[in-house]
């Protein structure tokens, strides 16, 4: 395969990804090639975790951070130091061709960091995971709602994303330069005053047994090294189901789901 010049050698493309809903290795390559333009812009200069499923959905994958040498040249890495010391050399997605070999490797999702090659410890937005304790997503919605009031009445201009899974990624772009520790304050922060204002429905409690049916605001991804799902990731979810961003108007759709969108809405079967 031939994507943006560079020379994919795809092995086992019929390989079944997602059994139950028919996807193929190459159709999630597919996906990956045709949805480029939209993701890209999101992940640039970001060092990027993958997550690989070599035999597919169906038995566990795994994680990887550190990109060993059989990888191309022309993939571009980066040296993200790490917080016990020493470096390791990390995947900066930047054209179409980048994100057809991780296909290729069999990754399925892809995690994205919150700051860039060059400003690493100094993030660019804070993330707010609503993490719902049961199936009732209309209180996310309502959780959403209110810490988007939080969020623009001290001036942020937050976006808004399902995560493909059972929740919702609220974005909080930054303008200042902050280190994690600001950041983590200032997400802890805004919680803290959305809690105050629903207090019946709003839970910080990192423990899942003390949360009963509230929806739990998480904001520890707002550390050095942690990761968010990327926007227009695929999840590891029969129905291959995407991280998308939606309006804040889609919010109030009724039909919108965590995992609303899907691999087939891009993609031809």
């Known amino acids: 395969m031939k994507v943006a010049g560079h020379n994919i050698e795809i092995s086992k493309p019929d390989k079944p990804m997602y059994p139950q809903s028919g996807i193929t290795k190459e159709k999630v390559i597919e996906y990956y090639i045709k949805i480029a333009p939209k993701m890209l812009p999101y992940l640039e200069n970001r060092p990027l975790t993958m997550q690989r499923y070599p035999h597919g959905i169906s038995q566990d994958g795994f994680y990887q951070k550190d990109v060993d040498g059989d990888f191309p040249g022309w993939v571009k890495t980066a040296k993200v130091p790490l917080i016990k010391g020493g470096k390791i050399d990390m995947v900066v997605a930047e054209d179409e061709a980048t994100l057809a070999y991780l296909a ?13 090659v060059g400003s690493l410890k100094y993030p660019d937005y804070i993330v707010f995971d609503l993490d719902p304790s049961d199936d009732d997503f209309k209180k996310v919605v309502e959780v959403a709602d209110i810490l988007h009031r939080v969020l623009l009445h001290n001036s942020y201009k937050p976006w808004l994303m399902t995560t493909g899974s059972r929740g919702l990624h609220i974005i909080a772009p930054v303008k200042n ?15 803290l005053k959305a809690q105050e204002i629903s207090p019946e429905l709003i839970t910080l409690d990192i423990r899942k047994e003390h949360r009963g049916d509230k929806v739990y605001i998480d904001i520890l991804r707002n550390a050095y090294g942690q990761t968010h799902i990327a926007p227009f990731s695929l999840r590891a979810i029969e129905g291959a189901p995407i991280a998308m961003p939606v309006s804040w108007h889609e919010l109030h759709d009724s039909t919108l789901t965590p995992t609303k969108y899907k691999l087939f809405d891009f993609i031809d079967i």
């Open 177 to 191: 330069k902050i280190d994690f520790e600001k950041s983590r304050h200032i997400a802890h922060q805004v919680a």
């Open 104 to 116: 290729h490797l069999y990754t399925i999702t892809i995690h994205t960091s919150l700051s860039r």
